[in-house]
């Protein structure tokens, strides 16, 4: 029961909508995946140990999803020299867990819709700034290039499926730039 004694509304979770959603595959020179270690509060042993993800962030309601991912990325990492490399053929989903999927967004969301970009990263490491990104709140503690395939084994397992599809969708491009 809500305060005023009115019963609150609350829908079953299949019955709320996804969050619309950006994620970036940033491709370096050798080929390797920018990953970001998420600054969070850690009370899920589970979810400490996948806490690695590529940028991800909402749609701002006057943007295009292209233009979110390349705002999102300057935001979570400072990166600004990139070229499109790709878009993922789809919407990729998923769902949070039960036991999780009321904290995220205020219990508004089931989970994302995400529409997936790969760029490649054309300037210097010396430009990857996670401390201090875009004049917002860091997002990242730590960094690192990885190989494209290993991502799913360091990722929060309910997002996997996702990552499985990006990989599809962007292997070809994970391959170091002949000179």
């Not at 970036?24 to 979810?47: H, K, Y």
């Not at 943007?63 to 020299?81: D, H, I, K, N, W």
């Not at 730590?142 to 990552?163: D, M, Q, S, T």
Request: charged share 30%; glycine share 8%.
């Amino acid at each position: 029961m809500a305060r005023s004694g009115k019963p609150r509304e609350t829908r079953p979770a299949k019955q709320l909508p996804y969050r619309p959603c950006v994620g970036i595959a940033l491709i370096n020179r050798d080929g390797l995946v920018f990953l970001g270690r998420r600054r969070a509060e850690r009370t899920d042993p589970v979810a400490e140990s996948y806490a690695w993800q590529m940028p991800q962030g909402g749609i701002d309601s006057d943007e295009s999803p292209y233009e979110a991912a390349v705002r999102e990325l300057r935001e979570e990492t400072g990166v600004r020299s990139i070229s499109l490399l790709a878009e993922a053929p789809e919407w990729y989903c998923y769902d949070l867990p039960s036991a999780v999927a009321g904290r995220p967004w205020r219990g508004r969301y089931r989970g994302q819709t995400q529409k997936w970009f790969a760029f490649r990263f054309t300037g210097a490491e010396s430009e990857i700034d996670i401390d201090h990104p875009g004049g917002h709140k860091p997002e990242f503690e730590a960094w690192r290039w990885e190989r494209l395939e290993r991502l799913p084994a360091l990722i929060i397992p309910f997002k996997r499926p996702v990552y499985e599809k990006v990989i599809e969708a962007f292997g070809p491009f994970a391959k170091p730039v002949q000179s």
